[in-house]
């Protein structure tokens, strides 16, 4: 629950913030009367956000077993490309947003016509919402626990509109830079993961070899498959399921917070321990690009809406 609680207020922040910009900025011109043009197309990025979900939570139960696990861990990839791609994309467009939105807007509108704007309240949104509604249902196939995660992600959802409203008027402030930075790093680590249990995913059926394939090694004493040194590359890296009970509050906990799973394969360790590695070392190294380039600018830096 406190996994997607904070998947969906990122998210959902991203999204509020961004309406809000188009928001503020349509009244600013004096143009209310295209506003419900943009909520719009705010409303179809919605409805297909929950479309996708909906088709993705009750379509499985019509696949086999094997396809099950074949389609989610390939959308469990699809969502850590698409995560990975929007955190660095925050990181590199954060300072420009703003002008950048009010940029499409000018056009839009110079444009003329309903589906202008239709189409920029869609396009903004739409993003977000296909990009959360894989990641917090490969997480639900990874937890197994269906209403605390949707419970989560649907309080941070709507924590994240009441606080882009907020900022947007600027009835509160907050340092956003500092914001968005902090839920990167925990994004990327939910990402690493997701990641490692899509390897599950396709090692389970033989898309991708493993534990659960004819090539796994066996430990000649116990007749299972291998664990530790001896298990590598296609074996148990560790099985700790003795001491903590998968499905258990500790299993979940780790689970939500650092990926980490009471038994993992090689494949999925070497996949999660990769991904921090390089997706880690290039945000954290943007953000310090980000910090000297502050520290040398002779003027401020914009700053996002509410941003203190």
């Known amino acids: 629950m406190f996994a997607t609680f904070l998947i969906g207020l990122r998210e959902g922040l991203e ?7 188009l928001v503020a900025y349509v009244s600013r011109l004096g143009r209310r009367d295209v506003l419900p043009r943009l909520w719009t197309g705010v409303g179809l990025a919605v409805t297909l956000a ?10 499985a139960y019509t696949l086999t077993f094997q396809a099950q696990e074949i389609i989610g861990g390939v959308l469990s990839l699809a969502a850590v490309a698409m995560v990975t791609w929007m955190v660095f ?41 296909i990009e959360t509604t894989l990641l917090l249902w490969s997480l639900v196939q990874s937890f197994g626990n269906a209403p605390a995660a949707l419970l989560g992600a649907i309080l941070g959802i709507l924590t994240a509109v009441i606080a882009g409203w907020l900022l947007t008027r600027g009835l509160v402030r907050v340092n956003l830079r500092l914001f968005f930075a902090w839920t990167g790093a925990i994004l990327v680590i939910a990402a690493a993961g997701v990641l490692a249990y899509a390897f599950k995913d396709l090692q389970e059926p033989g898309v991708v070899p493993g534990p659960f394939t004819a090539g796994a090694p066996i430990d000649p004493a116990t007749g299972a498959v291998a664990i530790g040194w001896a298990g590598f590359p296609l074996g148990w890296a560790f099985d700790l399921s003795s001491s903590i009970a998968p499905g258990g509050a500790l299993a979940t906990v780790l689970q939500a917070t650092v990926g980490f799973m009471p038994r993992m394969s090689w494949f999925q360790v070497i996949a999660w321990a990769g991904y921090i590695a390089i997706v880690g070392s290039f945000f954290a190294r943007g953000l310090r690009r980000r910090a000297s380039t502050r520290a040398a600018s002779p003027s401020p830096v914009p700053h996002l809406v509410g941003e203190s």
């Not at 999204?15 to 910009?21: I, K, N």
């Open 89 to 129: 994309w925050m990181q590199r467009t954060a300072k420009t947003m703003k002008s950048t939105l009010e940029g499409d807007v000018d056009r839009a509108l110079a444009r003329g016509g309903m589906w202008a704007l239709v189409a920029l309240g869609f396009l903004s949104v739409a993003r977000e919402g």
């Open 50 to 59: 929950v479309t996708i979900g909906a088709i993705l939570t009750f379509g």
């Open 15 to 21: 999204a509020a913030l961004v309406v809000g910009m």
